[in-house]
């Protein structure tokens, strides 16, 4: 780690709210078997906490999502693959996102499980980020949500720690930080 991060959420806030959820998504959830499915590889921390805070009958899987973006004739063009062999079909599905920023590929997701016979389907998201939203998608629950003036003071920054990572670095902080967006090289 060349930088340290600024602490956004430090570790005693989001074990809190760790908590908390753990409460609101049982008693959302309760006498049913869940189905957790986490994204890869941001919400792995997340998703780790967080189920031991749900006492339910559950099962947790995680799934990768790929996202490729280009530009191509001036438009950019963005290609989700999502695969999985999670038997879904008639469970309560719980996805676990780490930050839900334009909601494309939370969109892109929901519809998919949807397809595959989910008889329920709700999100956690770790940071909601709705002044980023491209599409009118909302988590049902998250930790911390950043107003838009929030992001608006740091626009050329990434949200580290906690999971989230910057070139595969910064995860393993037990807070939320922020790094400014480094210059190319």
Not at 74 to 82: F, L, M
Request: one cysteine or more; aromatic letters at 8%.
């Amino acid at each position: 780690m060349s930088q340290k991060a600024d602490v956004v959420y430090s570790e005693k806030q989001i074990a809190r709210r760790v908590t908390e959820l753990g409460t609101e998504i049982s008693q959302a959830f309760e006498g049913r078997e869940l189905c957790v499915l986490g994204l890869m590889k941001g919400s792995i921390i997340f998703m780790a906490d967080l189920v031991r805070r749900i006492p339910l009958d559950l099962t947790f899987h995680l799934v990768r999502v790929s996202v490729h973006r280009e530009l191509e004739a001036g438009v950019v063009r963005t290609e989700i693959a999502y695969s999985t062999d999670v038997p879904i079909e008639g469970r309560d599905v719980l996805l676990v996102e780490d930050v839900v920023d334009t909601g494309i590929t939370l969109s892109y997701l929901l519809g998919h499980v949807h397809e595959l016979g989910a008889r329920s389907i709700k999100v956690c998201a770790l940071v909601n980020k709705p002044g980023a939203r491209k599409i009118d998608v909302h988590p049902d629950w998250s930790a911390f949500t950043l107003k838009e003036e929030q992001e608006q003071g740091a626009p050329d920054s990434f949200l580290v720690g906690y999971g989230l990572g910057w070139q595969g670095r910064y995860r393993a902080l037990p807070y939320v930080g922020r790094i400014p967006r480094p210059a190319p090289a």
